[in-house]
C-alpha cells in the first residue's frame, strides 16, 4: 500500500543548531513530495518539492530536503534554526499515477528553543 | 484575492443542523481541494474538482457530505444532519491545474464544532 510517514511527532532544538524532520514514504514508481509548515490558526504554507532532477531541493525561509531513492526519504532540514520555525511540519505525497490529491504524513511539531 | 479565502473562519452549530462552508479559490486554479484536519492529526482528502467536475468522490465520510463547484471557482462544502465526530478544521486548496508537480496553496479554514 502506497503511504507516507513522518515518525517523530515532536522534535525539540536549540536556536542555532542543525534541525532534521523525517519522512519516508512506500511507493511504487516515482512520487512527488512535498513539504509544508502550519501556523497555529492557518493554513498550510508551501516550502519547498521534490519532482525529478537533483536530489536537494532548497525552499522558502532557507529549508532543503533530501530526496534519497534508495532509503525512500524525503527529509527536512535547515543549517541554523530559528525560534519562529516553531510549527507543525506536514510531509505530503503525490503518487504520480494515481489519484490527484495529496497524501499527508500525520505532521511533526518542531519546537526551537531560545 | 491573492489567496485561498474560506468563509466563515469559524461555525459553531448544534448536531443535527447542517452547514455550509465556502471556499474562493486563486483566479485561474482549475483545481480545488477539500480536505478535513482533526484535532492532532494529519490532514484527511475529501474530494477535489476538476474545474466543476469531481472525478473522486471517494473520500467524502458518509452520504451526508456534499459539496460543489460553479463557474471554476467557488466551492461549498456541504455537511447535513452534523454530528459531533463532524468537528474539525476543514481546509481547501487550490492549483493552476489536476495532478503534476504543482504545489497547493491552502486557505485558513473553516474550524467547525459541533455541540
Known amino acids: 500500500a502506497q503511504s507516507v510517514a513522518q515518525p517523530e511527532d515532536q522534535v525539540n532544538v536549540a536556536e542555532g543548531n542543525p534541525l532534521t524532520v523525517k519522512c519516508t514514504y512506500s511507493?511504487?514508481?516515482?512520487?512527488?513530495l512535498f513539504w509544508y509548515v502550519q501556523y497555529p490558526n492557518r493554513g498550510l504554507q508551501f516550502l519547498l518539492k521534490?519532482?525529478?532532477?537533483?536530489?536537494l531541493v532548497k525552499g522558502s525561509y532557507g529549508f532543503e530536503a533530501e530526496f534519497n531513492k534508495s532509503q525512500t526519504s524525503f527529509h527536512l532540514k535547515k543549517p541554523s534554526a530559528l525560534v519562529s520555525d516553531s510549527a507543525l511540519y506536514f510531509c505530503a505525497v503525490r503518487f504520480s499515477g494515481s489519484a490527484r490529491q495529496l497524501t499527508f504524513g500525520s505532521g511533526t511539531q518542531l519546537t526551537v528553543l531560545p | 484575492g491573492a489567496g485561498v479565502s474560506q468563509s466563515p473562519s469559524n461555525k459553531v452549530t448544534e448536531k443535527g443542523k447542517d452547514v455550509e462552508l465556502r471556499c474562493d479559490p486563486i483566479?485561474?486554479?482549475?483545481?480545488l481541494y477539500w480536505y478535513r484536519q482533526r484535532l492532532g492529526q494529519g490532514l484527511e482528502f475529501l474530494i477535489y474538482?476538476?474545474?466543476?467536475?469531481?472525478?473522486?468522490k471517494s473520500g467524502l465520510p458518509s452520504d451526508r457530505f456534499s459539496a460543489e463547484r460553479t463557474g471554476e471557482s467557488v466551492s461549498t462544502l456541504t455537511i447535513q444532519r452534523t454530528q459531533q465526530e463532524d468537528s474539525a478544521v476543514y481546509l481547501c486548496a487550490s492549483s493552476p491545474t489536476v495532478g503534476g508537480g504543482q504545489p497547493q496553496h491552502f486557505g485558513d479554514g473553516t474550524r467547525l464544532s459541533i455541540l
Open positions: 483566479s485561474g486554479h482549475t483545481a
Open positions: 511507493v511504487s514508481g516515482n512520487p512527488y
Open positions: 521534490y519532482i525529478t532532477g537533483d536530489n
Open positions: 474538482f476538476q474545474g466543476n467536475s469531481a472525478p473522486d
